[in-house]
């Protein structure tokens, strides 16, 4: 069977694209951002997940405001990069999942999530930047992708226990897929920051840190964390936050985290990045029970055949 083994957050700043396709990732200024996720890259070759799941919200690239989705699953068999004003980022064409992503569309759709399910996408750096982060640039994508887009950016978006809860109806759905695949699962886009208006270049690093610690600790109390209190607190385009709960809610209650990084700024943004692991489970009782009646009724024959040979 599938299974969603780790969730990876990650920022998505256009602006960390452009510095890697034009070859500034060694001057100073991004030099400390892309420090920042070499171990998760190394983490990432390691673990070789099957399919990589990245929930992200489109920027005007595949939808607009005369069609607006909240939650948009790609089913596709490719996903190219989308021309964002500048013409596509040099990355390679996502190699998507069908079968996995109609399986989740089905599963999810009764679990009573309504998802709009869409063949043909192509995605923008929402995606593609938190792919370089953690795959680095190769020539082809290492794994499959199923894009998952999300509405963060006309109002109403979903709330976080929204998200979190579609984060365990698609845990729910990988898990029922009868093909032994390992899954990682991305949340990404923030941390606080905003873009425009009187507040532009807010970044709240006491809010962000909080947020990072509560999603390993507590997510639950993130998802009674109320719109406005996003806007006021991690900016106008500190909402994308809420999904990094899809990617929390498809993980284990209990999570070991692996990895966490965090600086400011990067064009005008908070990176915020974490890495989480489902916790490994120790042995249950039960299974434990019969191992250890088994050595202590071979400790009791032991002792019997000492005590006869003592007797003789």
């Not at 595949?62 to 964002?84: H, K, N, Q, R, Y």
């Not at 020539?139 to 199923?146: N, Q």
Request: charge should be positive; aromatic fraction near 8%.
């Amino acid at each position: 069977m599938a299974k969603i083994i780790a969730g990876v957050g990650s920022s998505h700043v256009p602006a960390i694209g452009a510095a890697l396709d034009n070859g500034k990732t060694e001057e100073p200024y991004w030099k400390r951002v892309f420090s920042g996720f070499e171990k998760s890259k190394q983490w990432m070759a390691n673990t070789k997940p099957d399919v990589a799941i990245v929930v992200y919200n489109d920027h005007a690239s595949a939808f607009s405001v005369e069609m607006i989705p909240t939650f948009a699953l790609g089913c596709a068999a490719e996903f190219p990069p989308a021309d964002e004003g500048w013409g596509p980022r040099p990355v390679p064409v996502l190699k998507g999942h069908p079968a996995l992503a109609a399986h989740i569309a089905q599963s999810v759709i009764l679990d009573e999530f309504d998802l709009t399910i869409v063949n043909k996408m192509e995605v923008d750096h929402g995606l593609t930047v938190p792919m370089n982060l953690l795959f680095g640039t190769p020539k082809e994508w290492p794994c499959p992708v199923i894009p998952l887009a999300v509405n963060v950016v006309m109002y109403p978006p979903p709330t976080g226990h929204r998200c979190y809860m579609l984060g365990k109806a698609i845990r729910k759905a990988v898990a029922s897929y009868p093909e032994d695949l390992k899954v990682v699962i991305f949340g990404t886009g923030g941390l606080s920051h905003q873009i425009s208006g009187p507040r532009a270049g807010l970044i709240n690093s006491k809010w962000d840190k909080s947020f990072l610690d509560n999603l390993t600790k507590d997510p639950k109390k993130l998802t009674r964390i109320p719109h406005l209190d996003y806007m006021r607190e991690a900016g106008a385009e500190g909402i994308e936050m809420v999904m990094w709960l899809i990617m929390r809610g498809a993980l284990d209650d209990k999570v070991d985290e692996v990895y966490r990084f965090y600086t400011v700024p990067a064009s005008n943004t908070a990176v915020g990045h974490i890495i989480l692991e489902n916790r490994r489970k120790a042995a249950s009782k039960s299974k434990r029970a019969p191992a250890a009646k088994s050595r202590q009724a071979a400790a009791r024959k032991a002792a019997h055949r000492i005590a006869s040979k003592g007797q003789r």
